[in-house]
């Protein structure tokens, strides 16, 4: 991949990530609850899809 391409891409997931993972513990566990469920949602399609 160019690095033109690369570094914004890398850029956005750091800001993404630094603010995803601000804020209370209660609203960090709530974030973990929703990715976690979004995640086994997604798994539960992709194995009930094969």
Do not use: D, E, H, N
Request: aromatic share 10%.
């Amino acid at each position: 991949m160019p690095l033109i391409v690369l570094l914004p891409l890398v850029a956005g997931g750091v800001g993404f990530g630094a603010g995803f993972w601000s804020g209370s513990g209660a609203t960090k566990l709530l974030k973990v609850a929703a990715v976690s469920g979004g995640c086994y949602v997604a798994y539960r399609v992709i194995k009930g899809g094969k």
